[in-house]
């Protein structure tokens, strides 16, 4: 099958061709999916599309009359799919369930270490040869509480870590997992879960319920001083209300993989330029924040299973006409 894969990257090619083994024809197309840029996908069977390119009904009607039959998400989300005018225009939808959650979990560990120690702030010391240790003050983790907001494969493999590092675990999650009770995991309504958290890391999917779930007043029950981490999805947190916790204090810390208005920004070089967007740079001020560009899930073996998973999509749609894993 001719697959166009949007938003492609020089890794995108390295894992997916491998995975396909010479098996389909790849049209690598490095701008995102939106209305004027769906036509470049014309002649292919199948979009391969990634979690900032934008499949709202004009670009899907596009990609139809294109003759694209698949989307092939190289995600877990699918919330920048509109569904609806999937289903209208026939088209079937495939995603990524699962990679690797332990990715996605060491790197919001690897936010946590960073943040509590300091260490980005000693490496550019060091580098000017400032040896002195005032304002890297951390704490220890053993003993502190944690909550997890969002207890699914990832959030359950994050437990896990925490858990080693002795940790006492709060989780919400609408529905418990037992894989977290075993990890002596306790359930708690939301509202008690941020009074008593030291640390709250969010690993939750954005749905109409989560959009902004860490608003004025949810962040406002939150422990004083405590630490927040978001890894899953940007738009989960109000923005303009995290930077007013940020100036009062509420906030101690918080630390992002992930951005609501993101997609003017990530998986891009935008070094040479100014940044436009006065929100996301009032973030970089502050010196208890620390942001990477959603790289959470680029570990060698997440690549490498997303790249496959992809392609059982499409070759479970060019056999049944379903992907193996369908949304909708």
């Known amino acids: 099958m001719r697959i166009a894969v949007f938003s492609a990257k020089p890794y995108d090619r390295r894992f997916l061709e491998a995975a396909a083994k010479g098996a389909h024809d790849f049209a ?14 014309e002649g292919a069977g199948a979009a391969c599309l990634f979690v900032n390119d934008r499949a709202d009904a004009a670009a899907l009607e596009v990609l139809a009359a294109g003759g694209v039959k698949l989307l092939a998400l190289r995600s877990a989300g699918f919330n920048h799919v509109d569904l609806a005018a999937a289903q209208r225009l026939g088209l079937a939808v495939g995603r990524v369930p699962a990679y690797s959650p332990e990715a996605v979990a060491e790197h919001a560990v690897a936010l946590i270490l960073t943040l509590n120690r ?36 990832i959030g359950t493999a994050f437990a896990r870590i925490m858990r080693g590092f002795g940790c006492r675990l709060l989780g919400h999650d609408p529905h418990q997992n037992p894989d977290c009770v075993a990890l002596g995991l306790e359930y708690r309504p939301l509202n008690e879960l941020l009074a008593e958290a030291d640390i709250v890391s969010l690993h939750c999917p954005l749905t109409p319920a989560t959009r ?23 738009a989960i947190l109000d923005t303009a209300a995290v930077i007013r916790a940020l100036k009062s204090g509420r906030l101690g810390h918080l630390g992002l993989d992930v951005y609501e208005e993101e997609e003017k920004l990530f998986f891009e070089d935008l070094s040479g330029t100014v940044i436009a967007d006065d929100v996301f740079a009032r973030l970089l001020t502050f010196p208890n924040v620390l942001i990477t560009g959603h790289q959470g899930f680029f570990t060698e073996q997440a690549m490498r299973a997303i790249a496959e998973t992809t392609l059982a999509n499409v070759e479970s749609f060019a056999r049944t006409g379903r992907a193996l894993h369908t949304v909708g």
């Open 118 to 153: 300091n260490i980005h702030r000693a490496y550019n010391r060091v580098r000017e040869g400032n040896f002195a240790l005032d304002g890297l003050l951390g704490f220890d983790l053993h003993g502190r509480t944690v909550g997890i907001v969002g207890t699914g494969q």
């Open 212 to 234: 902004h779930l860490m608003d004025a007043e949810r962040l406002a029950w939150m422990k004083r001083g405590a630490m927040l981490v978001n890894t899953s999805r940007g």
């Open 28 to 41: 690598w197309i490095e701008a995102r999916l939106d209305p004027a840029t769906a036509r470049l996908a």
